[in-house]
Each structure stands twice: as structure tokens, then as C-alpha cells.
């Protein structure tokens, strides 16, 4: 179930799972980590070179043949949805999946075994409030041919709601719907489906290497044409028969449980969004690439709008770093220091405050009559808090010193002028290597973002204290 309270959430304590990939058949442990607040949920894949982190966001999608993948470089991570739906769900919005090979364990099919563990631990709330994109207009996507579409209403709450039907004389039209309640019992027991008629192509495909009757539904349309000697050996299972439209003795959880499962997909999916959404789904035969480019949409949506801070600032909670501490950190100095707080860092973002008075110096000639702060200086304070990122995690037995590389994609959004209260977002775009620091930096004042750039800088180290 979503908690739709005001605080971000992480998982009490790590979770782990073992099994194997749907459709590579690989071997696969999997571990589910609390994380930061405003991490978000991030996949690691702790087998490769520099462990490198895929972030669970639509973008990230790279295929979507049967399942969501999402990939960074040569990394990828595949059937991501079914532990996305139940961490989203459960109302986790912080997380590191740390997976040791290329898919996420299919268990039974289902996201049943996802959602019990998160249960069992619960969860940890965080100080930082979540954030929520609010659907102000209707947006839909097509799939003409394949009578596909998805569509999203604006709503005060979240809701979802799934129509499938294939044409199937076994499966007929179904419907699902989930309204915030009832996901733990009615939805994340659901399982993965499958035609008959389906198997080859799949299997020619490369595909469905770990499926099994076990973990998925086989629906079986017509009963005369099945080969049972041969499924017997293509699941190596003696006892495979058909009975009611279903291969062996499956039964169903619901009457719906295909229509449930897709909706427990759409979950997942959107999950990709990366915030909770204020919004109502409507999707009509949805799959994989419909879910994601319809994400994908809202994202883009989202991102015409600005980015919004993640963190609120509090001036009754004490800072992480205060400005004498700041000093022991940074070689800048008044009036050139232009941090005076550090309110949240940890390995792979900070962000800092900056309070705008009129005794600034700079508001002398820029400008007499209009105080306005220059650009250049917005960008330096966005640097200096980068700096503390930068040097984070390295050796604190040397001096180091932080020099600009390049700036892009800088951008004003909007005056910043006396009495303003400046906060600073910075988050690494890549890992820190050979002492190469790649930030994505944001300004905001209040919820407004006043400034945005990509910042490269080099760290050099000056000798030993």
C-alpha cells in the first residue's frame, strides 16, 4: 500500500533474494539497502567494474522485449518492474538494489515474496518530505495498431486502473483497478502470463530461459493442438497437463489475476517516474514499452515544469556543517565564501545554504538601484558547495585544492535579490575517477529554481597536513 504521508521512507534493514532470471535463466542474488533520503531507487550491479549504479528512472529504459531493462553504459539490469511495483507501493522511496548479474529474480512470478520481506523489516522515516508531481492536464499514449493506450487524468490522489483483453476465448475482457489499498493481498500475488502459442517465439527469441510453470501462467487456447510429450520435456516436468484453459494444475488467485498482473507491470513502471504522482491511469492493453514511453512523457512533462529541491531546509534543525566548519574545508574566505550551511551530504550528492543579505558587497555596483546578484557568483556558490562533495571521501591527512574544468548547460531562471534564502542541490553525474568531480548543480530559492548547470571540476591534492 502507498503511504501517502509527508515523509520520505527507506527500508529498516536490508533484504535479500536468490533465484533466476525469467528470461536469461542466470543465477542471481539480489540485496535491498536502505538509502539517503533523496537517493531515490538506484540499482548497483556489484559484478561489474567500478560496481556501477543504474538509476531507476524512465530514461534509463534501454528494452523492453517482455520486461523493463534499464542500463547505463554496458551495465544493465533487467525485469526491474516487480520489485519496483512493491517497493513503490510499500511506500519505499530510497533505496540501493545491489544485484550481482543481469536480472532481477523472477521467484514465483509474482512480486508476493518482494512485498513480504519489505514487510517484515518495514520501514524507516526520513526527514526530507516527498516529493509529488501533480497532473494539471490529461496525457495520453498510443498504439493504433495494437489497440494500446494509456492515458492519465489529473486527480488529488493516486489511482490505476487496467483493461486487457487479447482476444482470448479463455481469458475473455478483464478489468483491475488499485485505488492505494490493497496491494499486499490483492495485486503482488499476481503472476507473470503467457500464450501457449507464445512459447516458441519467445524461445526462439533468446527469451523466458528461466520460465517454468512454477512462476508463470501458460494460457492454453487450443487444447487438441498442445504437444505434451514435448512440453513435458521443455520444462523437464513429468506431471504437465491442461486443464481449464491453464497448462498443469494451475490455479488462479482472483478470476483476474492476468488483468491484476498487468496492473502490478503498470505499477512498476511508473514507478520509473522517480516522484509519486497526484493522478489517475486508465490503461487499455498496456505493455512494457507503452508503460515506460507514457513515463517517459511525464517525465519530460515534469522536467518543462523545473526540478523542485529535494530537501527542506529547517533553520530550527542544526546544520551538518556550519560555516566554521565549512572554513575547515573550503580555502575561500569572506567575502568570497559564499556557503554558510551544509544540510544534507552523503557519497553522491550535498545540498547547502546560502542567505543573500544587502551588506553584500557585490550589491555596491551590481546594481545600485536594482540589487540583483551576479549570475557568475550563483554559479561560484553552486561550486563551493560542490566542493564539499568533491572532497567528501577523500583522505582528510592532505590539503586539496578544487579547480574549475568546464560549465554547461547553464541557465537563469530568475532574479536572486536581498533577503533571498539560496539553496544549493548538487549530485555527481558519474563516479569520481582520477580526481574528476562531474556535478549536476541546482539553485532554488524557496520551491523556484533560480539557476541549473553541469559543473566539472578537478581535485588536486596540495601535500600532507
Not at 523493463?68 to 507501493?89: D, K, Q
Not at 515474496?113 to 498510443?142: C, H, N, P, W
Not at 530559492?445 to 571540476?457: K, N, P, Q, T
Request: proline share 6%; net charge negative; with cysteine.
Amino acid at each position: 500500500m502507498i503511504r501517502m504521508s509527508n515523509k520520505q521512507k527507506t527500508i529498516a534493514s536490508p533484504v535479500s533474494f536468490s533465484g533466476q532470471g525469467l528470461h536469461t535463466g542466470v543465477a542471481v542474488d539480489m540485496t535491498v539497502l536502505p538509502a539517503e533520503a533523496g537517493h531515490g531507487i538506484k540499482f548497483c550491479r556489484v559484478d561489474l567494474a567500478d560496481r556501477p549504479v543504474v538509476p531507476a528512472l524512465a530514461e534509463f529504459v534501454v528494452d523492453t522485449s517482455r520486461s523493463t531493462t534499464l542500463g547505463v553504459g554496458e551495465a544493465r539490469i533487467s525485469t526491474v518492474e516487480h520489485i519496483m511495483a512493491a517497493l513503490w507501493t510499500m511506500g519505499v522511496d530510497n533505496a540501493l538494489v545491489e544485484i550481482n548479474n543481469i536480472e532481477v529474480p523472477i521467484m514465483d512470478g509474482s512480486a508476493r515474496e518482494f512485498v513480504e520481506a519489505i514487510g517484515r523489516v518495514g520501514l524507516t522515516e526520513q526527514q526530507e518530505e516527498i516529493r509529488y508531481y501533480q497532473v494539471t492536464e490529461k496525457l495520453s499514449y498510443d498504439i493504433p495498431e495494437k489497440e494500446v493506450r494509456i492515458e492519465i487524468w489529473p486527480d488529488e490522489g493516486f489511482s490505476a486502473m487496467v483493461h486487457v483483453d487479447f482476444g482470448s476465448r479463455v481469458l475473455g475482457s478483464q478489468f483491475a483497478v488499485f485505488e492505494g489499498e490493497g496491494f499486499e493481498e490483492g495485486i503482488a500475488p499476481c503472476r507473470t502470463f503467457v500464450f501457449l502459442h507464445e512459447l516458441e517465439q519467445l524461445l526462439a527469441a533468446g527469451l523466458i530461459k528461466g520460465g517454468d510453470v512454477k512462476n508463470a501462467i501458460v494460457v492454453v487456447e487450443d487444447e487438441k493442438s498442445v504437444d505434451i510429450d514435448g512440453l513435458k520435456k521443455l520444462f523437464n516436468k513429468p506431471d504437465i497437463e491442461v486443464r481449464a484453459g491453464y497448462l498443469s494444475n494451475t490455479e488462479l488467485h482472483f478470476y483476474n489475476e492476468p488483468a491484476r498482473h498487468k496492473l502490478l507491470d503498470v505499477l512498476g513502471d511508473f514507478a520509473l517516474l522517480g516522484v509519486r504522482i497526484k493522478g489517475k491511469i486508465v490503461a487499455t492493453r498496456p505493455g512494457h514499452f507503452a508503460n515506460t514511453e507514457m513515463a517517459k512523457t511525464v517525465r519530460k512533462a515534469m522536467k518543462k515544469e523545473g526540478p523542485k529541491p529535494v530537501y527542506r531546509y529547517n533553520p530550527n534543525v542544526a546544520p551538518i556543517f556550519d560555516v566554521n566548519e565549512i572554513k575547515l574545508k573550503l580555502p575561500h574566505r569572506p567575502p568570497f565564501l559564499l556557503v554558510d550551511k551544509i544540510i544534507h551530504i552523503d557519497n553522491e550528492s550535498v545540498a547547502g545554504i546560502k542567505s543573500v543579505t544587502v551588506n553584500e558587497p557585490f550589491f555596491v555596483g551590481h546594481f545600485p538601484d536594482e540589487p540583483v546578484m551576479p549570475g557568475v557568483l550563483i554559479v561560484e556558490a553552486m561550486a563551493q558547495c560542490g566542493g564539499i562533495l568533491a572532497l567528501h571521501g577523500m583522505d582528510p591527512d592532505y590539503y586539496y585544492s578544487t579547480y574549475f574544468l568546464k560549465i554547461d548547460n547553464v541557465r537563469f531562471k530568475q532574479k536572486v535579490v536581498p533577503g533571498d534564502v539560496l539553496q544549493f542541490e548538487l549530485s555527481l553525474l558519474e563516479p569520481i575517477r582520477r580526481g574528476i568531480v562531474n556535478m549536476r548543480a541546482n539553485a532554488f530559492v524557496g520551491d523556484r529554481l533560480v539557476c541549473e548547470a553541469d559543473l566539472m571540476a578537478q581535485v588536486a591534492p596540495n601535500g600532507k597536513k
